[in-house]
């Protein structure tokens, strides 16, 4: 009875997938589409990270680089961005993405998530998510399991009514649900683990008639495929004997943040990865990032993450060819490509060559045959035989022979032509206007009084960056410091991420955390008067956390404790005191970068605010002829946000200088986010 009942288990797995109705299914070779077994090579192309000109283009360069799927998260955040209102246009005109991917004949994975890290802010969650009474994120919790059913259903109904499925004609031929669970499910226990089952029967019972997956989640319940991120999955293995091999994230690089210096990763070591990922029975590889793109207006995460969300992709973040790394996988695609008839076919045969070196062959019943041949040794070329042939293996290197006899591709050796990017000035002297913002030295209709200090979050709800904090200081005319003594030192924790301390209107300091260090201690003296003074802090976010456990109870801004140092009665604590609070500055409130915001004040010549803080500056200009990128050069800015024609192109932070080691990179050996840096002692970013 118990043979019967597990065969009668695997029938149901089996069909749900490949039955009539259905044209895409999975065996532990390949997912196979229309019941043909396909080697996948997909990239990541997120759309609301490039403008909706650039789709068609970046899509194209993708098919000219070997890719037959274009994977993208659905960024909760950007399409409801109020409770029950949602927006689907312009860059977040997700159903034109997927239809222009459709017209240039490559299929779709589409990770609704609907959490999705991504260095994006607050992970793709909307800010009001956070206020659903009784919410908890991320576990077995009613008010949200609502929220994210809501919206997937959402999602899913979306691209049914659009017929987007590939069992309806559409490209879309795998989803995921969730994102990196895994680890925080560990984390959670058992409420993590019935979390887990939930998302995934919920997915299941949506009916797409594709598979699903769940990425870094060992335990991902039947039917859907676990899948590996990394920038290495050769080691992974799925649950089930009948599942796939996939690698969802194949890191291309990895991100920048503020203050931070520039990862990259060398073309022979990707490549060497991936070839190592096929040789060991992978099928679906997807780059993480193709194209990164740019995090326009306020949607970086982190917190500290920078605009560029570049990511040494194969694509840069203008959409021109990165060479030779481009090139160098479009030729790896190419020969994984001629290898396809006997990679489907069987698992490998693997024979040692050497200490370090081994080749996996593949053969099918009709006569195809390939072999990866590699060398794992971080240092030495080798010269291996295989079947009284020699071949010379580069160190760290995989040899690819689409017929078991000659070789047509080595991840070290790059055929593909190098490029280096040229920023070439085409407008220089801006006419510059500028307005000086207000510095909270006076209280407006928009400010309002609460006793003691607030969470910066849960005052703006991330409306703005920035939140003022104002309270009078009343000093006695006998404090000893007003005759000659040490001006008395004020001290500020926050909980991040940067903050401006004025003293009666004029700039008194500056401080600021890090990207692995967001909370901040301000720790100066300050030039105090007899009689009432005014302390002003505008506090600054610098994007919301996207990853970490319950990261929606993460505080932001000046929590305390705020003291006086240095006076005749010793310690002052501020922190319990009656304090003022504006949401955002005075500019953003009369909408100046817009063109009607910007005509309702009156804006003065550069020279009246030269080193004046908070200062909007702003200026017009003809766009130059052609389709190149156009980039702004901020080498000369400081910290701030930039908008063209009413549009937020993200924040800068050029003063932020990158620190790190930035030395000599070799490919071979393992690699890691800290491995390989440039734009050390530079600014993070600086177009």
């Known amino acids: 009875m118990g043979l019967k009942i597990a065969f009668l288990v695997f029938v149901f797995l089996s069909s749900y997938f490949s039955g009539g109705k ?26 609301p990270r490039s403008t909706p000109e650039m789709w068609p283009d970046l899509i194209q360069k993708a098919k000219e680089g070997g890719l037959d799927v274009i994977e993208t998260y659905v960024f909760w955040n950007g399409h409801e961005p109020e409770a029950g209102k949602y927006y689907f246009e312009e860059r977040y005109d997700l159903v034109k993405f997927i239809k222009l991917v459709h017209q240039a004949g490559l299929y779709v994975n589409l990770r609704i998530g ?51 499925y590939e069992t309806q004609g559409g490209p879309i031929i795998l989803s995921q649900i969730e994102n990196e669970y895994g680890p925080m499910e560990y984390e959670l226990g058992a409420q993590g683990k019935a979390y887990t089952e939930w ?23 039947d039917p859907i495929i676990n899948t590996c991120n990394g920038f290495y999955c050769d ?71 920078a605009t560029s969300y570049d990511y040494d992709a194969p694509l840069d973040e203008y959409g021109l060819l990165r060479q030779p790394k481009w090139g160098h996988l479009k030729d790896l695609h190419r020969a994984i490509k001629l290898c396809e008839p006997a990679l489907i076919s069987g698992d490998p045969t693997v024979m040692s060559l050497g200490n370090s070196q081994e080749a996996h062959v593949f053969k099918s019943r009709s006569g195809a045959c390939a072999a990866f041949l590699a060398n794992y040794d971080q240092h030495s070329y080798a010269t291996v035989s295989l079947w009284n042939k020699h071949y010379n293996l580069p160190p760290w290197s995989i040899s690819i022979l689409p017929d078991c006899k000659n070789t047509v591709y080595n991840t070290a050796r790059i055929g593909a032509q190098s490029a280096q990017m040229k920023m070439t000035p085409v407008n220089k002297g801006f006419a510059w206007q500028s307005y000086i913002e207000d510095t909270a030295s006076s209280y407006d209709e928009n400010s309002f009084t609460k006793v003691g200090l607030r969470e910066q979050i849960n005052t703006t709800w991330d409306k703005t960056d920035y939140l003022w904090y104002t309270t009078n200081v009343n000093i006695d005319s006998h404090e000893g410091f007003l005759r000659g003594g040490k001006w008395p030192v004020l001290t500020i924790a926050s909980a ?3 903050l401006h301390v004025f003293i009666n209107g004029q700039l008194s300091g500056t401080a600021y955390g890090t990207l692995d260090k967001p909370k901040l201690t301000f720790s100066q003296g300050v030039n105090l008067r007899a009689g009432v003074n005014k302390i002003s802090i505008l506090s600054i976010a610098v994007g919301l956390p996207n990853v ?60 009246v605010a030269q080193r004046q803080p908070l200062t909007w500056y702003k200026t017009t200009f003809n766009a130059p002829g052609g389709n190149e990128p156009l980039a702004l050069d901020m080498n000369t800015m400081s910290k701030g946000q930039v908008w063209i024609n009413g549009q937020s192109i993200g924040r800068y932070w050029n003063q932020y200088k990158a620190s790190g080691n930035c030395g000599a990179c070799n490919y071979a050996g393992w690699f890691n986010e800290k491995k390989c840096l440039k734009n050390c002692g530079e600014a993070s970013q600086r177009w």
């Open 22 to 47: 259905s044209s895409v299914s999975y065996d532990h070779k390949a997912i196979s589409v229309n019941g043909q077994r396909k080697i996948l090579i997909s990239g990541s192309i997120h759309y």
């Open 114 to 164: 609907p959490y999705v890290c991504a260095e994006w802010n607050f992970g793709g969650f909307p800010v009001w998510l956070k206020y659903v009474p009784g919410i908890s994120f991320r576990t077995n919790n009613g008010p949200f399991k609502a929220a994210m059913q809501k919206f997937t259903t959402k999602i899913v109904g979306m691209m049914k009514a659009e017929r987007l």
């Open 199 to 221: 998302a995934a029967k919920m997915a299941v019972d949506l009916g797409t008639g594709v598979p699903w997956i769940m990425c870094k989640q060992d335990d991902a319940p």
């Open 235 to 305: 080691y992974f293995s799925p649950n089930k004997a009948y599942k796939p091999k996939m690698w969802t994230e194949a890191w291309t690089g990895w991100f920048t943040g503020f203050g931070s210096p520039v990862p990259y990763r060398p073309a022979e070591d990707l490549a060497f990865s991936v070839a190592k990922f096929i040789q060991k029975g992978g099928s679906f590889i997807n780059y993480y990032m193709y194209h990164g793109g740019t995090n326009f207006g306020r949607t970086a995460g982190g917190p500290f993450i």
């Open 496 to 498: 991040g991420h940067a």
């Open 548 to 607: 970490g456990p319950h990261f929606e109870t993460w505080n932001t801004g000046v929590l305390g404790p705020v003291s006086l140092t240095g006076l005749n009665n010793g310690r002052w604590d501020l922190s319990r005191q009656q304090w003022t609070y504006k949401i955002g500055l005075k500019g953003e409130y009369l909408s100046l970068h817009s063109l009607s915001g910007s005509s309702s004040v009156e804006w003065a010549g550069d020279s």
